[in-house]
């Protein structure tokens, strides 16, 4: 018998489907996904939800070293891939066409002939390096295939990658050196302890690495590594009375400093400039109350652009190295800056945009003439996205009167009355809600008419390092009371109704889903949880072991007894009893990070109650869902779930 082309089988599982799905009204999982007591999904909800799953972005990946033209990372079809834009508004051509998707393309720094590319494996995060050769189209397997390979800085030769792996014992990131033309000069360059180290930058005559040693988001060092011995210098102090955190480190262009950004002395990230030999710091933003959230040094060494984050929202700077002063930089849409890259005619400083009526797409700054150019301008489903809401910037009053603030999404006017809310819980837990293009969460919105609050609760970002650290170890709970005083606050305002309110949340905001349907159940009306740990104690001894030491911090160590009972007693996994509004849990099968028991656990627990539980998961996802189709059919059961616990 002759084998079917794999057209041909795609063609005959898409007809099988929409026959089924003709003969049933109901959209039908497909075999990757793991579906429990999600009732039949009409295929009607599928097409009143269609244009809110059309929605794409963009995202500057690298410039190419001599013409002016760009890798970007969007997606057309199931996953993001690899495109070229060779113009402003130019076509996207795809490059890579792979299952599951590539991510942070870089070009060799020299003539662009290939460049190098990240991907896993349906979630995993054991990203792999690859090269992709513009001259064959033949995409080439770098590294080993089995460990996990993360970061990569070029050399000032364009001869040689510096990246970071756990090759060695699947637990320390070590630092390794490659050339990509010649992948057999892979070699391990320093031999380290712990999950947090990175590469950033090298030095001028490609001598020495910059590199750092992360230890919390509010403790981190750097180094310098000779490329030839290994041996390593400590560039910043330990200093016994204050964690200090620095990040974003590049040399100056005569590799006699570095630029950074540290909230050393300051509770906010300032750039700075430090002395290698004095190890003297020079803040060159103490203007600026606010963190430094990202810069870049132009080639030449002549200008930095930076961006800082203020109440949310980015502003972009530009600062004259040379005479050490900032210089204008033209004013930008209100919303989100981020991926700075300088083309390397230092002239052209490309960075992703996006609003809450903007996707993100792809701008470049000419900094001598001051001209901004869009060069893509991605999909919005076909509806006008000035229609979309602005948020509101609110605050309230906590229960040891410290002020949390978060962003409130109301829906169009003609919604009248007090309307139902989704309490969205961002992870990290050190994360921030900003005013993000919301996507699919533009269809709550719009078309059923909910009020959407993204709350950042004390151990977020943005407000300094004293709020950040106030959730860590035996402060875990007082984050939780944050959202109890936002539902507090709730009954002050006359648009929203606070017998209707569902609590939401991905990774750790799953976690704080979990704890508020516990602590706050008898003021929810229901809670969806994805990928949210239900034990940090299980979730420390489980995830995967480069991340383990990182979370510690955090969290606490569960290996302290005193600790262990604090976090198995405020654990929901330990609470669960108290979960008696329904509950939908979300989970990929591939979680390196929480992994698929923290779920599997909270469902069976939570099912003993009696309480409606609904359960996906997906074989072929991670840390979240990724694919499309995945993606889809979580929305459509999140409608469902919507509609059947919270707006009835």
């Known amino acids: 018998m002759q084998r079917r082309s794999y057209l041909a089988i795609v063609m005959c599982c898409l007809l099988r489907a929409s026959s089924i799905m003709a003969q049933t009204g109901a959209i039908v999982p497909a075999d990757n996904l793991v579906v429990e007591n999600i009732p039949p999904i009409p295929a009607s909800l599928a097409d009143e939800v269609s244009r809110y799953t059309g929605f794409r972005a963009a995202g500057l990946s690298s410039w190419h070293p001599t013409k002016r033209e760009m890798l970007i990372g969007t997606r057309f079809a199931d996953t993001q891939q690899v495109h070229l834009v060779q113009f402003p508004g130019g076509a996207r051509t795809q490059l890579t066409f792979l299952k599951d998707g590539a991510w942070s393309a870089s070009y060799s720094p020299t003539d662009g002939a290939y460049f190098v590319f990240n991907k896993d494996v349906d979630g995993n995060e054991f990203y792999q390096k690859y090269r992709y050769d513009f001259a064959t189209g033949v995409i080439t397997l770098l590294t080993d295939g089995a460990s996990r390979n993360t970061g990569g800085v070029w050399a000032n030769m364009g001869d040689r990658i510096a990246y970071g792996s756990t090759r060695r014992n699947g637990r320390d990131v070590d630092v390794w050196v490659m050339n990509p033309s010649a992948p057999q000069s892979d070699r391990m360059v320093v031999q380290l302890q712990g999950g947090g180290w990175a590469a950033l930058d090298w030095s001028p005559d490609d001598h020495q690495l910059l590199v750092s040693e992360y230890i919390s988001i509010n403790e981190s060092y750097l180094w310098l590594i000779d490329v030839a011995t290994g041996a390593k210098t400590l560039i910043t102090p330990k200093d016994a009375a204050e964690k200090v955190a620095y990040s974003g480190a590049q040399f100056s262009k005569d590799g006699k400093g570095i630029y950074v950004t540290t909230d050393r002395a300051s509770e906010f990230k300032r750039l700075a400039y430090v ?161 993000w293009f919301q996507g699919a969460n533009n269809y709550f919105l719009n078309e059923l008419g909910i009020s959407i609050i993204f709350p950042n609760v004390r151990g977020s970002s943005g407000y300094g390092k004293t709020f950040l650290a106030l959730d860590n170890g035996f402060l875990r709970e007082d984050s939780y009371k944050d959202i109890g005083a936002l539902l507090d606050w709730m009954h002050t305002r006359p648009d929203l109704d606070t017998d209707r309110v569902m609590v939401t949340g991905v990774s750790y905001g799953g976690h704080m889903t979990l704890a508020v349907a516990t602590y706050y159940a008898d003021r929810i009306r229901c809670a969806l949880d994805i990928v949210g740990p239900s034990n940090l104690v299980t979730l420390l001894e489980n995830t995967s072991p480069y991340r383990r030491d990182l979370r510690r911090v955090e969290y606490g160590d569960e290996r302290d007894p005193q600790m262990r009972e604090f976090l198995n007693r405020i654990a929901p996994m330990h609470n669960a009893a108290k979960i008696t509004k329904p509950l939908f849990v979300v989970q990929g099968g591939n979680d390196p990070r929480v992994p698929l028991s923290e779920s599997v656990q909270i469902v069976e627990a939570v099912r003993k109650n009696g309480t409606p539980v609904w359960y996906l998961m997906a074989k072929d996802e991670g840390h979240g869902f990724a694919k499309r189709k995945n993606k889809d059919f979580l929305l459509y059961a999140s409608v469902l779930f919507v509609k059947e616990y919270l707006l009835k």
């Open 275 to 435: 002395d290698l030999t004095t190890k003297h710091h020079t803040f060159l933003t103490d203007h600026i109350p606010w963190d430094v959230v990202e810069f870049r040094l132009s080639w030449d060494g002549k200008m930095i652009a930076f961006i800082t984050n203020e109440d949310g929202l980015s502003i972009l700077h530009l600062f004259d190295a040379a005479r050490g002063q900032e210089q204008p930089a033209p004013k930008l849409p209100t919303g989100i800056i981020s991926g700075l890259r300088w083309h390397k005619n230092s002239q052209d400083l490309g960075f992703g945009m996006a609003s809450a009526r903007s996707t993100s797409d792809i701008y470049a700054l000419d900094v001598r003439t001051g001209k901004v150019e869009r060069w893509t301008s991605s999909e919005t489903g076909g509806m006008n996205a000035e229609h979309f809401v602005e948020p509101e910037l609110v605050r309230w009053r906590s229960f040891d009167d410290r002020m949390i603030s978060g962003f409130l999404y109301r829906p169009p006017e003609r919604f009248t009355g007090k309307r139902p809310a989704i309490i969205n819980m961002h992870g990290g837990p050190e994360g921030q809600a900003r005013p």
